[in-house]
C-alpha cells in the first residue's frame, strides 16, 4: 500500500514539476532577455533606480528558486525508490517553486508600481492638456472678434485637435494684403507679425519661412523646425497681430487689435499623401454620359488641406478634347484650403447679381489632369515628400498628391509623382448656360428655436451644388462676432451643398444670428438671394 501511495505522490510531483519547469524558464527567459532594459533606469529619479534594483534582486531570486526546483524535481526522478531521499527531494521541490513564485509575484508587482511612477513622473513633465472651455476662455481676451470677417480661414482651424507636427499654417485673408509687412527679406517670417508660441508660455516666438498665394490674399508659414515634441500633445497660439497691413499699407486690423486662435499639435508627423475625394461636377465615368453646363466650376477636393502655394495654372490642365487645345482659366483654392476650383477665362454673360459669368466651351467633350509633384529620393524625410520647389500639388505638409491616375480610382496611399499619380477625368458640356439661382434647403438649429445646446454646429443645406469657395466666414455670419469656420463638402445622393459652422461655444441665453450673404455663389456661378429658403 505504502508502494502505491508513494507511486501517486511521485506521478503528482512530477505532473506539477512538469507544469511549473515551463513556466520558469519562460519567466526566467523574459525576464533575462529585458536584464538590460531593467538595468536602463531613468536616473534622474531615486524611487525609478530603487524599483529597478529590486526587480534585479527578485529575477535573481526567480532564477535560483527555479533553478533549485529543476534540481529538486530531477531528483525526485532519480530517487523514486529510495523514501528518505525522495521525501528530501520533494521538500526541496517544494521550497523551490515557492521561492521561484514569490519571485515572479514580487517582480510583477514591482513592475506595476515602476509603471505608475514612471507614468505620474511623465505625466507631471507634460503640458497640461487644455479643455476647449479654457481655450475658448483665453480666445475671447486674445482674438478681436470684431475683426474676424478680416480672415476668410486658417489651417489648422480654431480649437482643431491631433495637428501633425511637420505642418504649415495656412491663412487666407478676405483682401489681398501687404506682403512686406509679413515678409522679413527672404521669405523670413517677422514674428512680430504673426506670432506662433506654445499656448500660455512667454517663450520666444517660432521662427518660420512665408511665402504668398492668390495674389497675396493667401499666406504659407512654414516653420523652421516641427512644432511640439515626439509623442506629446501640445496646445500651439497664432496670433496676427496690428503689424500685419492691408494691400494699401492700412492696418489690417481697427484699434491696434489682433486675431488670435490655438490649436492641438500631437507628436507625430505627418507622411500621408492626398488625394482626391471628390469632384463637381460629376465625371463621365462607369457609363455615366450626363452633360454638364458650360458655366459650371470645375471643383476638386482633396482629403485633406492642400498647400495653396502649388495651386497654380501649370498644375491644372483643363482641355477641349475634341481639339486638344488648352481652356485658358485661373486655378484658386478655397473651403479651408481643401477645394481647388478651376475658373475657365471666356466671359459668356452675367447673373442675377449683374456679375460676369465665365464658360466652358459649348457642346464640347473636356478633360481635367491635376498634377502631382516630384518625390523626392531622399526617403529619410519622408516615403511621400515632394522635391523643392514643388512642380505639382503637396498637402500642407508637403506630401505629394496621390492622384490615382483616371477619376482617382488607382489612388493607394502611396505617392508615385507625375505622370503615375496624376489625377485625371472627363466631361462633356451642353450648350444652354444653368441660370437657376441656389436657394437654402434647410438650416439646422432653425429660425428662432431656443434651448439649443452651446456646441451644436450651424448647418446649411443649399438646395444645389455650390461653389464651396464662397462659403466662408466673409460670406457666411455668426453674430455676435466670435471665433468660427465653415467646413462645406458635396452630398451626392441629394446632389447640395452642405455647410457647417463650428464654432465657439454660445453663451447662455444669449441670441445669435446667423446671416448668408449674397456673395454666396452656386457651382454655376449664381449669385443666392437672400430672400429664399428655407424651401423645406
Known sequence: MDIIKNRYRILVLQTLG???LPAFVFAATIESTGIVRLIGVQFQDGRLIGIRLFQIFWLLALLAGGAFAVWSFLQIRKNEDDLFELRKAKRNLIIGSAAAGVSLVMIIVLGLVYWGINRSILKSLEPKSQTIEQIQQQAEVLADFGDV??????YPA?????VARNTSILIKFIDPIDPSSLDGGGGQLKKESVKITPAGTPGQPTEGKVAFAENNRTAKITPVSPLGEPNKRLMYQVSIT??????GGAPLFSENRSYSWQFEVSGFTDDSPPFVESIVPL????????KIAPNALIQITFSEPIDPTTVKNSVIDVRNTGTASPIPGTASIGNNFRTVIFTPSEQCGSNACSEPMFCLPKAASLSVKLRAAKISSDKSIGPNKAVFPYDGIVDAAGNSLDGGGENGVAHNSKSEGSPADDYRAGFATTDALDLTPPAIYSI????DMTRIAKNAPLEIVFTKFMDLASLHTGSIRLQPAQNYSVVSSHDFAALRSRSVVQHDDFKENATYSPEVLSEVRDASQNCFSQCIGPTR
Not at 470677417?149 to 486658417?154: D, L, R
Request: aromatic content about 0%.
Open 242 to 247: 496690428a503689424a500685419v497691413l492691408s494691400a
Open 283 to 290: 465625371p463621365n465615368a462607369k457609363g455615366r454620359t450626363e
Open 444 to 447: 439646422n438649429p432653425g429660425r
Open 18 to 20: 512538469g507544469l511549473l
Open 149 to 154: 470677417e478680416k480672415i476668410e480661414s486658417t
Open 158 to 162: 480654431p480649437n482643431q485637435r491631433n
